[in-house]
């Protein structure tokens, strides 16, 4: 009996030192947890990036979720930037500025509830030179449907391609067109727009030309964007044939105006008004004309360019004997005072007026907007891409 009891009593003890021993065991789980792991975060450009373009990809983007993102120039400020609707990507409003350091800020976080900063920092390009350029037509403005549009550059442009990449014509109908780059007599470049046929009525015309942050080439990067929204008004066409010593003028397919003219004489060729495609580019109600090696010095009245040669349209009571019956001028369109006004009143920068008859064809020698003398193909090929 005796060793029965024994037996038993240390049978119990076994249990219970083995119920024990896995309740101790169970009790420790929660004291070795691990803490949720970091969500992944990048950077474009890769941290300590130096010399990147204004207009190059800058963006952070993350696995998980951004709580907050920040990009911050010295000089300068916060940048403005957009978060995308997941959270997930981050990019700035528009180009960075040049020399300048950016350094990122924020966190993310990812679905376990771990986070991690956004860090790194880059630098811009500082361009030995930036180039200044103009567009030649505001906004806001109407213009005749021969209008060309230009960017005038202050310098030389020598890589043409990537300028010509940063440019955009956008119409409201569908427009064939293409640039083309125009040698330049200024010590800079540019480069036109002109529609292969004459523009659309009423066309919506937007042009973006995105400069800054674009190589021009030998070390100069663009100074600044340019932006213009202007609209093609009605139809009016010049129709001037020397040979019939009448001007007509044709508005949306309507005769409005059919007058004698006087126009440049033919018996030499420096005086004959040039054949070709004429565009109105300025208006003056009185207008200075010189001449030394014709020796005069004149004020005309009701005076609208039609090139860069001296080439105008505008009254001259000296020539009224000869409007409508002889060519005597040194290249101008001479018509009456009242004819003259009349055409004033209605003409709009980029008309166009087509010379024919003369013997003498309108070139790059006569100006600056001799775009409509260029045949179409020719003109393509004279952009840089």
């Not at 083995?18 to 890769?46: F, K, R």
């Not at 911050?72 to 409003?93: F, I, N």
């Amino acid at each position: 009996m005796g060793r029965t009891l024994v037996t038993v009593l240390s049978g119990l003890l076994l249990v219970l030192a083995a119920c024990g021993s896995g309740a101790s065991s169970t009790s420790g789980a929660p004291g070795s947890a691990e803490a949720p792991p970091p969500v992944g975060v990048a950077v474009e450009p890769a941290a300590n990036t130096a010399d990147v373009a204004p207009r190059a990809t800058v963006a952070a983007s993350t696995e998980g979720t951004f709580t907050d993102v920040t990009l911050t120039a010295s000089p300068g400020g916060a940048v403005a930037g957009t978060l995308s609707p997941d959270r997930k990507r981050w990019t700035p409003s528009g180009p960075l500025a040049y020399g300048a350091t950016y350094t990122w800020g924020g966190t993310a976080t990812g679905p376990g509830g771990g986070s991690s900063p956004v860090t790194g920092s880059f630098t811009t390009v500082a361009p030995g030179q930036t180039v200044r350029a103009t567009l030649n037509i505001g906004d806001d403005r109407e213009v005749g449907v021969a209008a060309p549009i230009t960017i005038q550059f202050a310098a030389p442009v020598e890589d043409k391609a990537a300028v010509e990449r940063a440019l955009q014509v956008r119409t409201s109908v569908p427009t064939e067109g293409s640039w083309a780059w125009l040698p330049d007599q200024d010590g800079g470049s540019r480069v036109h727009w002109r529609p292969k046929e004459y523009w659309r009525p009423g066309t919506q015309v937007d042009v973006r030309a995105n400069l800054l942050g674009t190589p021009f080439g030998g070390g100069a990067w663009g100074r600044e964007d340019l932006t213009t929204s202007f609209r093609i008004g009605r139809s009016q066409v010049v129709q001037a044939d020397v040979n019939s010593f009448r001007m007509v003028v044709v508005r949306d397919g309507q005769q409005v105006m059919d007058v004698p003219a006087s126009y440049g004489t033919d018996s030499d060729p420096n005086r004959t008004t040039r054949s070709g495609i004429h565009v109105v580019s300025e208006k003056f109600t009185n207008k200075r004309m010189v001449s030394e090696q014709y020796g005069y010095d004149l004020v005309e009245r009701w005076a609208v360019r039609i090139s860069n040669n001296g080439e105008f349209i505008h009254a001259n009571p000296a020539s009224t004997g000869a409007q409508g019956s002889s060519n005597v001028t040194h290249g101008c369109i001479n018509l009456s005072e009242a004819d003259a006004r009349a055409f004033y009143d209605t003409a709009l920068y980029g008309d166009p007026v087509e010379v024919t008859n003369s013997g003498v064809n309108y070139s790059p020698s006569d100006g600056d907007i001799y775009d409509w003398a260029i045949p179409w193909s020719e003109w393509q090929g004279m952009s840089a891409l």
